[in-house]
């Protein structure tokens, strides 16, 4: 069994207050975007891990796809499997792509072994592995709340725009993001300003990490004046960071300085 695990862009993230668990609640709209992993699952002796491509840090019993597999093995019977994982999406870029094959890890199982679950029996699962990883049990669009795990489906459609993302060849840690967030109450709805036409978005619909990391990267920041300069009808930080987004009414090369930076564009399907 192939999956494809995608990558995601955040269109807004305002971060409105420090919860008493230690977490920060959110606002956030993710949307999938078809820059992808490749994982494969298949029957085996003994359970085991492989990964090739972008190098994977960390201890094998951590990685997200092995504690998937642990999480669904502790309440259904299953044999044994092989997990190995192409790495591509970049990591501590605020794409989510572990968090997409940790959410593909707990459906390509379910599917392999007939599991009587459907996406969303997955949740509590996916929730357990991460604050985004749910959202990645779902092909559509979805208002994230809470940690960003409370989810709700956002009649958002991106379909026949042209996305462009650039990582920058640097991650960005989720403490290192969170280090000089100052939360404040979300300056809109968010549901209802993406209702409105993309020209208007950038006006009211903001990356909340964008104002206490651009001050420490400003290539980021540079990054986004490209994107406009080029005709980005909106462009952002996805997540915490460090991908830069635009998204445009047709087709553009990326800046000639980007030419040492991997980036991702196509038509969004």
């Known amino acids: 069994m192939v999956l494809f695990p995608p990558a995601k862009i955040n269109i807004g993230l305002f971060i409105t207050e420090k919860r008493a668990d230690g977490f920060h609640a959110l606002e956030t709209c993710f949307v999938q975007i078809p820059w992808t992993d490749i994982l494969e699952i298949s029957p085996a002796t003994s359970f085991s891990f492989s990964s090739t491509g972008l190098p994977i840090s960390g201890d094998v019993s951590t990685n997200l796809c ?18 190995h994982l192409h790495k591509i ?31 969303q029996d997955l949740v509590p699962y996916a929730q357990e592995l991460g604050s985004d990883c749910a959202f990645f049990l779902f092909n559509q669009a979805q ?47 968010l549901p209802e300003a993406i209702s409105l036409p993309m020209e208007t978005w950038k006006n009211d619909i903001k ?3 964008e104002e206490s990391l651009f001050p420490a990267f400003p290539q980021l920041e540079q990054m986004k004046k490209d994107m406009y300069a080029i005709g980005a009808e909106y462009a ?12 445009f009414k047709q087709k553009v090369d990326p800046p000639e300085g980007w030419a040492d930076f991997p980036t991702w564009s196509g038509i969004i399907p």
């Open 236 to 247: 952002a930080m996805s997540g915490s960071g460090s991908t830069m987004f635009g998204l």
């Open 207 to 209: 990356n909340d990490f």
């Open 66 to 83: 092995v504690r998937a597999f642990n999480l669904l093995a502790k309440d259904f019977p299953m044999s044994p499997v092989h997990i």
């Open 143 to 189: 208002f994230g709340q809470g940690k960003g795990d409370e989810l709700s489906p956002i009649p958002l459609s991106l379909k026949g725009y042209f996305a462009l993302l650039v990582y920058p060849n640097f991650g960005i840690s989720t403490q290192q993001a969170y280090a000089q967030v100052k939360p404040k109450s979300a300056p809109t709805y």
């Open 89 to 119: 999406i970049p990591m501590g870029a605020g794409l989510g792509g572990g968090s997409s094959d940790a959410a593909y890890t707990l459906m390509g199982l379910r599917d392999l072994f007939e599991l009587p679950l459907h996406n």
